[in-house]
């Protein structure tokens, strides 16, 4: 069997940054057993049918040929669904988090200053860390809206990333709002809309205006296609272009190209999936807030509930054992929380009903 830890006497010599890390844990992904799994914020319902049907058309054509390095058919489609002047404004990924690593590498080099809010999407410290950077952790102020330090050009910060709608929170910052933080920083701002398409508004236009508003997309959460792997950004041409030379030259391969491609045509399918999460959503929030929880407003597919008087450590343990999977986070400062994704209106009633028994169970 392979050894997990390397011998004394070993030539394999790993940089250091990676002796401190642990790798993503495959716990919050179960691949068997009948869970109702509302951990990692993917979309409840299948994706839109002509998507399926690209993904056949696609298996039965061509796959013996490498796929288009840049995604053609998918940044005309793109591009003409968020109202871009044209194609080269978008860079297609292997899902964000790929866009994301593309973006730590084109930014930061050993030792650079990367700033990020928190509490928010871990994955960003990851990534700096990976890359050699150094991580500055900004904390939201306790009404979620971000303090002047995180727009403060101290520091010569050379990334700053920014959720929004924010993970685990779920709360959301105007594009007024972002504007200004992408006037006052000396650098990019990476405006990580994961959850953009379940907001009432975006940050898609400020690129037009702002060279350094970069705007991540996935189509893991609203086009149901976490399975996938597609995400994309938008920029201004000369970002894409300068971007596009450390992106593996096949990064994205010919079925997803097409899957997502039909994916982003589907706008009545998008429209009709939106409005279903959200109304789970908002009925979701009430009978958590009846039962006690704290439940911030959601702009986004997920509720970030805490409790005023105990550690939700317990109660996640325990909905884990009853087969209902959700999100445990504990920050620094903050306290800990269980984040909860929106599933279908049956797998939420099941949910709420084991945890209304397991809350009165410790009462
Ligand atoms: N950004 C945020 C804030 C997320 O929560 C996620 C999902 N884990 C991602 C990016 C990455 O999504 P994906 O790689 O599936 O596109």
């Known amino acids: 069997p392979a050894r997990s830890q390397p011998m004394t006497n070993s030539k394999l010599r790993f940089r250091p940054a990676l002796a401190k890390m642990k790798a993503y844990v495959p716990g919050e992904q179960p691949q068997g057993g009948k869970f109702i799994k509302l951990n990692t914020n993917e979309n409840p319902y299948p994706p839109a049918p002509a998507v399926v049907e690209a993904i056949r058309a696609a298996a039965d054509s061509r796959l013996e040929r490498y796929p288009d390095p840049i995604g053609s058919s998918f940044r005309r489609m793109a591009a003409e669904k968020l109202g871009l002047p044209g194609p080269e404004w978008i860079l297609c990924g292997n899902g964000s988090d790929e866009i994301l690593t593309i973006l730590v590498r084109g930014f930061m080099s050993d030792g650079d200053l990367l700033r990020m809010p928190t509490p928010s999407y871990i994955l960003y410290r990851t990534l700096a860390e990976i890359q050699g950077a150094r991580v500055e952790e900004v904390s939201f102020n306790a009404d979620w809206s971000l303090p002047t330090a995180f727009s403060s050009p101290d520091g010569d910060p050379r990334l700053v990333f920014l959720p929004n709608p924010n993970s685990p929170s779920g709360t959301v910052l105007t594009p007024q709002a972002v504007s200004e933080i992408a006037t006052a920083l000396p650098c990019p701002l990476v405006v990580d809309e994961a959850y953009g398409d379940f907001a009432e508004e975006n940050c898609i236009d400020l690129v037009k205006q702002h060279e350094n508003v970069l705007v991540t997309r996935t189509l893991s959460k609203s086009y149901s296609l976490a399975g996938l792997r597609f995400g994309f950004l938008v920029a201004q041409p000369h970002v894409i272009a300068e971007l596009t030379k450390i992106k593996d030259s096949y990064n994205c391969d010919a079925i997803a190209i097409a899957a997502a491609t039909a994916a982003m045509a ?88 084991v945890l209304a028994r397991l809350m009165q169970a410790n009462a």
Not at 325 to 336: E, F, K, P, S, T
Request: glycine residues 6%; neutral net charge; charged residues 25%.
């Open 266 to 353: 589907s706008s009545d399918w998008l429209v009709d999936n939106r409005a279903k999460i959200l109304a789970t959503r908002e009925r979701a929030k009430e009978q958590l807030r009846q039962l006690g929880f704290d439940v911030l407003d959601s702009a986004a597919n997920f509720l970030w509930c805490t409790h005023p008087s105990r550690s939700l450590k317990p109660l996640y343990e325990a909905l884990k054992t009853n087969q209902v999977l959700v999100r445990y986070m504990d920050y620094a400062g903050w306290g800990d929380g269980l984040r909860i994704t929106i599933g279908t209106d049956a797998q939420i009633d099941a949910a709420l009903v």
